[in-house]
């Protein structure tokens, strides 16, 4: 498989897939590897790194090392439904839009248009502030912010494509245009949609953390966001209650970066580095 | 040979090979070639695309592609160009060997005024200013109207031979002693082909430069060169004078490209049953306008204007022209992928005009009128396998998939491809072998009429007699009418009955093709016969047997 082979020559993208494929592991098997509620008193409270509680303990008695691993299936969670949300209202936006043009295109341009504009973190906010914090309002305040660019990528692709040869031939066929759009273009323009789709995991991951850190997460789930959010007040005294959820976060969005950026050189090989002027 | 041989070399290519990556098609791109350029002679490369002709001219401006490297020599003026020192072959190429492209589009800067783009070859090699003199008479020279407004302009404000000729003047700058034409006319009409070759074969007679002219097409070959190479999978299997090879051919690949050549020879016109017509056009119209800013002027180009024709069952009509004469948008409109402004359009068993049916009374219609297009890559879904491509339009009718299969398979081998291929995505085929595709594809839904859109234009001619003569054959068997657009007055001649040429949007002359190709009335049509390369060498019967 020529794609895999393309994959493969990206050393940091396998090192990337790798850790990522950790990430998951350690998330499904949470409860075996560290089978201790994250949510409660395990010892005494900030206790620093040490045999018992490799991570520390909380303000609380928690143990730390528990909630970075049981805080990766809520993080991953998130970053996962919230794309494939925002990728679905995206692609079928810009598709509609890229696909028919005229006023359909300039109205859903418009639409799209109006949401980018908005700040996206303080639109995010509000629409959590509004619907009250919960797993199911980050989720979708996170897929409403991000699916502007998903739309403007897909539309311009479906804009260039429809105009190809073998869309024309598949209208001269007689296939419908619900055919056309979703057989004959969409697999086409999915490449760099795919790309730019697990870029925006990393994306969510993030915003996820910096809602919890601001009190607005899921009270009642442990997430890498929250931990942190609730070590600002002893920040000075117990390092390792921000600093090792801290970790994951970055370490995670590194791995999903490099994976995003190996499927790019995977999938548009001719976009592979840069184009270098020989003189 | 001996006068061949006897002129003094400018460049003497020895044993010049490039090697290609490993997993390409081939193991080298050029194989071990010996040329010599003279000064103050045209020598023509020849070939197919992929014979390696462009690489052996980027070997010789130190510019191949970057993980290939030349191995071998050449000798330019005492010193071996192969791996020469960037900094030293950067003070040759330009200054002493200059280089003019296919798309004048492609290779000038859009963003700068094309004044200071030749000015910038004179500061890139360090002649002192100013330069506005030299840049005007360069244009001058070049027969470019007003120089001393057009240097002021963006490439995109010029027509595609005044690119041309500026590109031909940024090469020609520095008086370089050889010049490297790699297809300088493929991407131009045949009026503006036939003055840029005129152009440089004077620049080349006045300024004595060597020239070497990469081509594909023997007409050029035949106006415009003195010696001749042709070149196949990388190797050179043939060289001599012009005389010599076009006229005694000696390797087979020579011959098969030279029969191959597209004739302006009449042909004899079958046997014609005077049906009812099959499709006929009449006054059709089509204006595109659009607006410069909410408060600019409209500016409006009639692509088409009160065309008519009329087809018959089993007839060929023919649609020429230059780009921009609107004859793609007629064939658009004819199949309604275009909407047009006005006019009537009427297929045979139909009531109503086709340009007045709503999508839904269009829809059963449309499988009685399709069409081959032009570009053998773009017109295939790289995404979908052979039969998906074939079937789509009968299983988009309700045809049963074991039905379509077996309809896929009869398809295929009517245009003569293993019914194997089905199974297979279109990388896997050649541009010939997807024209075929493309050919079995129209088919499928047993049209009355197949409009063609340059079909071959964008093939090798071996491979471009070959996909006439499949289309010339199903055609007759199959008892289709058939619009056949061409910018090319040889493959019309081949293979329509009819001939319409169209000019700026109108049809100026219509009329049995012998007549209108042999006996022209008007003088457009005259006009695009003289400009046909190589007419000399291969209208005439007489020449015919020194071509076969």
């Not at chain 1, 996206?120 to 509004?130: C, E, G, K, P, T």
């Not at chain 2, 060169?225 to 390797?251: C, F, K, Y």
């Amino acid at each position: 498989m020529p794609f895999l082979k393309r994959f493969a020559e990206n050393w940091g993208a396998v090192a990337g897939l790798i850790v990522l494929g950790l990430i998951v592991m350690m998330a499904i098997t949470a409860s075996v590897i560290v089978p201790v509620d994250p949510m409660a008193t395990q010892g005494r409270p900030l206790l620093p790194p040490g045999r018992e509680f490799p991570f520390g303990t909380d303000m609380l008695g928690r143990d730390v090392l528990a909630g970075v691993v049981h805080g990766a299936r809520i993080s991953l969670m998130i970053g996962l439904v919230s794309t494939v949300i925002a990728a679905l209202i995206g692609i079928t936006i810009g598709a509609i839009a890229g696909f028919f043009g005229g006023w359909v295109d300039d109205a859903l341009v418009r639409l799209t248009e109006f949401f980018q504009t908005i700040p996206s973190f303080i639109f995010a906010i509000l629409l959590v502030a509004i619907m009250t914090p919960g797993l199911a309002s980050i989720v979708t305040a996170i897929a409403v912010v991000t699916w502007p660019p998903i739309a403007r990528l897909a539309r311009s692709e479906f804009m260039s494509l429809r105009r190809r040869e073998f869309v024309e031939a598949a209208v001269l066929s007689g296939v419908s245009r619900t055919r056309i759009i979703i057989f004959e273009v969409l697999p086409n323009a999915l490449s760099p949609l795919i790309v730019m789709s697990s870029l925006m995991i990393a994306t969510a991951i993030l915003t996820e953390s910096a809602l919890s850190f601001l009190g607005l997460g899921d009270p009642n789930r442990i997430s890498w966001g929250y931990m942190i959010g609730a070590a600002r007040t002893v920040f000075r005294q117990a390092w390792w209650l921000s600093v090792f959820p801290g970790l994951a976060i970055a370490i995670t969005v590194l791995a999903i970066n490099l994976v995003g950026e190996g499927l790019n050189d995977a999938l548009n090989p001719h976009l592979k580095g840069r184009v270098r002027v020989e003189t | 040979m001996n006068a061949y041989a006897a002129a003094d070399p400018l460049v003497s290519i020895e044993d010049l090979t490039v090697q290609l990556p490993e997993g390409s098609d081939r193991l080298r791109a050029v194989d071990s070639i010996d040329l010599k350029i003279a000064s103050g002679r045209v020598l023509c490369l020849v070939g197919e695309s992929g014979s390696g002709k462009s690489m052996t001219a980027h070997a010789i401006m130190g510019l191949l592609p970057k993980p290939l490297v030349a191995q071998g020599m050449i000798r330019f003026d005492g010193e071996n160009l192969v791996g020469l020192p960037a900094d030293r072959h950067r003070r040759i190429r330009g200054r002493r060997i200059g280089m003019i492209f296919q798309e004048p589009l492609a290779a000038l800067n859009p963003v700068m005024r094309v004044g200071r783009q030749i000015e910038e070859v004179f500061r890139f090699h360090g002649v002192p200013g100013p330069y506005d003199e030299r840049v005007i008479s360069l244009l001058t020279d070049m027969g470019l109207p007003e120089p001393h407004l057009l240097r002021h302009a963006f490439p995109f404000s010029l027509s595609g031979g005044q690119r041309q000729r500026v590109m031909i003047a940024m090469a020609l700058a520095l008086d370089p002693e050889l010049l490297i034409a790699d297809e300088p006319t493929t991407a131009l009409d045949v009026t503006t082909q036939k003055q840029i070759l005129a152009l440089l074969k004077r620049a080349q007679a006045e300024r004595g430069m060597g020239v070497m002219l990469i081509t594909h097409d023997f007409g050029v070959v035949a106006e415009i060169g003195d010696e001749v190479a042709v070149m196949q999978h990388g190797r050179i299997v043939e060289r001599g004078s012009v005389a010599q090879v076009l006229g005694n051919p000696q390797h087979e690949y020579t011959k098969t490209l030279l029969a191959a050549v597209p004739r302006l020879v009449p042909r004899t016109a079958p046997e014609l049953p005077h049906d009812e017509p099959l499709l006929t056009a009449n006054a059709v119209r089509k204006t595109y306008s659009n607006r410069t800013g909410l408060f600019g002027p409209r500016r409006t180009v009639e692509a088409v204007r009160e065309a008519g024709f009329t087809l018959c069952r089993g007839q060929t009509l023919g649609i020429v022209g230059e780009s921009g004469s609107g004859k793609s948008t007629l064939a658009r409109i004819i199949v309604r992928l275009l909407t047009a402004d006005s006019g009537e359009v009427r297929l045979s068993g139909v009531e109503q005009n086709l340009l007045e049916l709503g999508t839904r009374e269009l829809a059963p219609l449309r499988k009685r009128v399709q069409m081959v297009f032009q570009d053998p890559f773009a017109s295939l879904n790289p995404r979908r396998t052979v039969f998906e491509i074939v079937a789509q339009g009968l299983l988009a009718h309700g045809v049963p998939r074991e039905a379509a299969r077996r309809r896929v398979a009869e398809l295929l081998e009517l245009v003569a491809l293993d019914p194997s291929s089905a199974e297979r995505y279109p990388n896997a085929f050649s541009g010939g072998q997807r024209q075929r595709i493309g050919i079995a594809r129209a088919l499928a839904m047993e049209p009355d009429v197949i409009v063609a859109d340059e079909p071959v234009s964008a093939l090798d001619v071996s491979i471009q007699a070959r996909v006439l003569d499949l289309l010339a054959d199903l055609q007759r068997r199959l008892k289709i009418g058939m619009l056949f657009i061409t910018h090319d007055l040889r493959v019309a001649a081949q293979i329509c009955d009819q001939v319409a040429v169209m000019q700026q949007g109108r049809i100026v002359e219509m009329g049995p093709s012998a007549d209108v190709l042999f006996n022209p009335a008007q003088d457009y049509t005259k006009l695009l016969i003289d400009s046909i390369p190589g007419r000399g060498a291969f209208l005439a019967p007489a020449s015919g047997d020194a071509a076969s």
